[in-house]
């Protein structure tokens, strides 16, 4: 049976189709819920982490399933399938819950991007927002056992989040969206490379602006001298990165 844009499963305004992927890849609406107990299965879970997805999360969906058979894709070596799922959180929730995406992305192969959806206060009214997430291996040293990290994308207003099918098989599509939420590109040449580099000047961005603030209210002489050259060096790294 073809499935139409009303009977293709949504979290919130927010579905397979909205998102740009092809139809062929949509749940239908009768399939897309995920009971919170179903996500959780046989694993155990803090109270912390339990008392997070009863406030913090109103509804899980699923919203995409990508295979070879309906991407057009060659098969992975790696990765099975990518899901998309949807995270619409409750107005407690501020902001991405990445235990929750921990959780659920730890007990499966596949690759999954989180949807995650929410409503804010805007221009006197309120509009929905989405940002992305995904679970992947740190970049690392070849051997060593990978460290997983819960990676977010910024918050859009939800008409413009897009994810792309992008890639030669599903591997690489997987590698294409972690590169589309980490870094806003399909390109996934040198991912891991360029996701340290995206790190490292996060970091000195903020290094930046708390050496700012601090000189501004130091003093002492010695000690604004201080902050002085240290942010004069942060600020020199930063620009090298940047124009590498």
């Given at each position: 049976?073809?499935?139409?844009?009303a009977?293709v499963?949504?979290?919130?305004?927010?579905?397979?189709?909205?998102?740009?992927?092809?139809?062929?890849t949509a749940i239908?609406?009768?399939?897309g819920?995920?009971?919170?107990?179903?996500?959780?299965?046989?694993?155990?879970?803090?109270?912390?982490?339990?008392?997070?997805?009863?406030?913090?999360?109103?509804?899980?969906?699923?919203?995409?399933?990508m295979?070879a058979?309906?991407?057009?894709?060659?098969?992975?070596?790696?990765?099975?399938?990518?899901?998309?799922?949807?995270?619409?959180?409750t107005?407690?929730?501020?902001?991405v819950?990445?235990?929750v995406i921990?959780?659920?992305a730890?007990?499966?192969?596949?690759?999954?991007?989180?949807?995650?959806?929410?409503?804010?206060p805007?221009?006197?009214g309120?509009?929905e927002?989405?940002?992305?997430a995904?679970?992947?291996?740190?970049?690392?040293?070849?051997?060593?056992?990978?460290?997983?990290?819960?990676y977010?994308?910024?918050?859009?207003?939800a008409?413009?989040?897009q994810?792309?099918?992008?890639g030669?098989?599903?591997?690489?599509?997987?590698?294409?969206?972690?590169?589309?939420?980490?870094?806003?590109?399909?390109?996934?040449?040198?991912?891991?490379?360029r996701?340290?580099?995206?790190a490292?000047?996060?970091?000195?961005?903020a290094?930046?602006?708390?050496?700012?603030?601090?000189h501004q209210?130091?003093?002492?002489?010695?000690?604004?001298?201080?902050l002085?050259?240290?942010?004069?060096k942060?600020?020199?790294?930063?620009?090298?990165?940047?124009?590498?």
């Amino acid at each position: 049976m073809t499935v139409t844009a009303a009977q293709v499963a949504h979290c919130g305004s927010v579905s397979a189709l909205s998102l740009g992927l092809p139809i062929s890849t949509a749940i239908p609406v009768a399939k897309g819920t995920l009971p919170k107990a179903a996500v959780v299965g046989r694993t155990p879970i803090s109270a912390k982490l339990k008392q997070r997805l009863t406030n913090d999360i109103e509804s899980i969906t699923l919203l995409s399933l990508m295979r070879a058979a309906n991407t057009g894709l060659e098969l992975g070596r790696l990765i099975p399938e990518v899901l998309v799922i949807g995270l619409k959180l409750t107005g407690k929730a501020g902001s991405v819950p990445v235990e929750v995406i921990e959780l659920i992305a730890s007990q499966r192969k596949s690759g999954i991007v989180f949807a995650c959806v929410r409503e804010v206060p805007f221009e006197g009214g309120t509009r929905e927002e989405c940002a992305f997430a995904v679970r992947r291996a740190q970049p690392g040293r070849a051997g060593h056992m990978p460290n997983y990290q819960v990676y977010t994308g910024e918050w859009l207003p939800a008409g413009e989040c897009q994810l792309e099918i992008a890639g030669g098989t599903i591997d690489e599509l997987w590698m294409s969206l972690c590169s589309q939420t980490i870094l806003g590109t399909p390109e996934v040449a040198d991912l891991d490379a360029r996701i340290t580099r995206h790190a490292q000047i996060a970091k000195l961005e903020a290094d930046i602006d708390k050496l700012a603030r601090d000189h501004q209210r130091a003093k002492n002489p010695a000690q604004r001298n201080e902050l002085y050259a240290k942010l004069h060096k942060a600020k020199t790294q930063l620009a090298q990165l940047r124009e590498g």
